[in-house]
Structures are given as C-alpha cells and as structure tokens.
Nanobody, 122 residues
Framework: QVQVVESGGGLVQAGGSLRLSCAASGRINTYVMGWFRQAPGKEREFVAAIRWSGGSTYYADPVKGRFTISRDNAKNTVYLQMNSLKPEDTAVYYC????????????????WGQGTQVTVSS
C-alpha cells in the first residue's frame, strides 16, 4: 500500500502557477504515481501520472501543455507544476498510485490522502 500527503494548493488568479507536492511512502518504486482532481459536483478525474522507474509521463487532455509531473526519487516525492491555470482547474487535487486499463487511468490504491485545494479565480 502507498500512503501520501499532498500539499501546495492555494488561491491563484487565472494565468497563474502553482506547484503541488506529494510525499509518498510504501513501495512506490513499483508503481506509477499520479494526480487526480475532483471539482464540486463532479466525479474525481485523472490529471497526470509518472512511471517511477524510467520517468514516462501521461497527461489528461485538458492539462496537456500546461501541467508537468515530475518526481524526486531521493525524496519519494511527486510534483505537479501547474501553469496557465484556468478557473476550470479549480478542484481538490489528490495524489495516488495509478493503473491503466483500456487507455484510461484509475487509482491503484484504495487509500486516499486529504488532498489539497486549488482555487483559480477569473
């Protein structure tokens, strides 16, 4: 099982930037780690993922070209650099292990962290 603690959210104006951090523990070197988000009244959705071994990255279409996922192996930390933020990026962002099935991304761990709130004002 992977356990995570997310941080770095906040309030930012449209066009601004934020960097989220995810401190992870467990056997994360065997996982793909990533970010999901949940906006008010909507289902949780996949945002981005990174393969811990090798560093391959994956992005949801709405964030391609604006968000960058990275990891620090020594710190067991995953980052999400978010640029050119839009009001529709407003959500609680969660870090978790990721699995892929038929081209779609799903959480690969039943435990969720507390998430970190990102609010983008127009």
């Amino acid at each position: 099982q992977v356990q995570v603690v997310e941080s770095g959210g906040g309030l930012v104006q449209a066009g601004g930037s934020l960097r989220l951090s995810c401190a992870a523990s467990g056997r994360i070197n065997t996982y793909v780690m990533g970010w999901f988000r949940q906006a008010p009244g909507k289902e949780r959705e996949f945002v981005a993922a990174i393969r811990w071994s090798g560093g391959s990255t994956y992005y949801a279409d709405p964030v391609k070209g604006r968000f960058t996922i990275s990891r620090d192996n020594a710190k067991n930390t995953v980052y999400l650099q978010m640029n050119s933020l839009k009001p529709e990026d407003t959500a609680v962002y969660y870090c978790n292990a990721v699995k892929f099935n038929s081209g779609s991304a799903y959480p690969n761990n039943e435990n969720w962290g507390q998430g970190t709130q990102v609010t983008v004002s127009s």
